[in-house]
Structure formats: structure tokens, C-alpha cells
């Protein structure tokens, strides 16, 4: 029998600890976290993201402001309206949104969010620290915190297993592979493939857990794992039916149904690592919040 990894469930499990947690921050601080979150132009997958991330902030009561900043905003002026946010006490997070126009320099922008305030755990140093042993990060990049707990969900025991990841993106794959480390006790073999990794099939075959995220639709078949193997999806592309491209669905990076079959535990597409991860994203808010105020994080 496979068991559908309920990212709702999930989500809703951690929306209920963070309200706690937030509950007493806010009674020893006398304070609410606030993210911040810049866009630059209208692009309509943009001003939907903006219109999750306020609706994600509202139901754990974190504050949300949004910048919106035109078009044609030059390098320094997307630069100084960073600074200006990293001065700001009262915001506890800033999310740059990507992507930006083709003119800017999204690595350099990035980099001026200062690391206490970097919601997203994209920074150097945040990202330096998910190699460090001797304490695990402040916040890290959302997408592969999700996939984390996902996994954790399935109470599945990773110590010694086979795990694939497909997707070797700043956010998801490097990230996760460095959490699925972090432990030396309980930690498993991980293997790292790509899109352009040769005989993909014989990889995944052997995985015991695997992890695509990879952004192509349909990649991992139902032939090409075994039984028993628990799955993670991260991918989120849109296909369009009857040739209209406005239209069509969302799906993941593996055939649901072929794979389904096969899998012990395996995560919808939508409903799954997605709506984790947003939640995620108030977690790592959360933290910053707290650090910034001398408090105990939750690493």
C-alpha cells in the first residue's frame, strides 16, 4: 500500500507549532516579526507568490510588507532599497522575488541582504554554515527544509540507505545533500545526479529514497525505480492542455501514477513539498526574529 506524504497535514502541524512558539516570542519581546519582500516589475507568477506569501504570513500573525519597485530599477537603487531594509529593526526577514529582469545582477543583490536577516538561508555564510559541524544554520534554503520534513514525516530510517537526488540547484539538491550529512551517526549515502547525468535510470534504480527536483515534467517513470522506494517531489511545472498555454495543469517531476504504484511513501504534486516549504519560509522568518532579539532559535 503506497501512503501519499500529505503536505497539508504537514504544514498544518508546523503552522500550529509556530503560532506557539510565536505566541510566547511576542509575550518576552513585546514585538511581531515582519517579512519584507521586494519585487521588481508585474509579473504575474510574481504578484501570485506575493499573494501566498501574505496569506502565509496572516496564518501565523507575522507582519508582511511588500516593495514594489518598477521595471527598469537599476542595480544600485535595487542595492540601496536592500540596505535601507537591513537598517530597518522592525523587519525580521527579506526575500528578494526571482526572477528579476534580465538587467540586474540577482547573486549581487542577494548578497548585500545581510545574513541575520536572510529569510531564505541563500547567503554565503548561511550556506557555509550547512557545511560546518559544529552547529546547524540559523535558517537554510525553504524548498530543501521542506523536503526534510517530508522525509521526517515518513518516519522512514535513513541510516545506511540509498538516496538520489536529481536537481543540483543552489536551493534544493546542494542544500539537502548537505542536511542528509549532517549527522554522522544517522546519516546515508547520498548520490547526486542532474538532468545531464549518463544513465540516469541505473541511479535512481538503486535509490531507497529518492529526491528529484529537477524542473522537467515527467522525468522519473515508473520503470525506473523500485518497490518500496519512498519519493519526493519537488518539481512544480505547468503543462498545457489542448495546445493552450495560458491553461493546463501543474505537475511534478515524476509520472505520479506510474511511480505511485511502486513507491512506499511518495509526495503529490500539487499538495506536497510546496505547501511545506511556504511553511518553511515562517519558520526561517521566525528564527531570524528571534535571534534578532536574543532569543533561542529553533535549528
Sequence with gaps: MTTIIDGAQIAADIRHRLQQRLKALVCVTGKRPCL???TVGKRPSSVSYVR???AVCSSVDVDFEEISLPEHTRQEELVAEISRLNGEARISGILLQLPLPEHLDQR???SYI???KDVEGVHPMNIGALVSDDRPP???PCTALAVMECLRWTKVELSGKEIVIVGHSAIV???VLLMLLASATAAPTPTI???ATRHLERH???ADVLIVAAGRPGLITGSMVKDGVVVIDVGINRVSESGHPEGGKIVGDVCFDEVAVRASHITPVPGGVGVVTCMMLMRNTINLFALQHHQAVER
Excluded: E, W
Design 52 to 54: 501566498r506569501q501574505r
Design 204 to 206: 535512481v534504480k538503486r
Design 138 to 140: 540559523v535558517t537554510a
Design 114 to 116: 545581510l545574513p541575520h
Design 173 to 175: 539538491g546542494k542544500p
Design 193 to 195: 545526479c542532474h538532468i
Design 36 to 38: 519584507a519582500t521586494i
Design 108 to 110: 549581487t543583490a542577494q
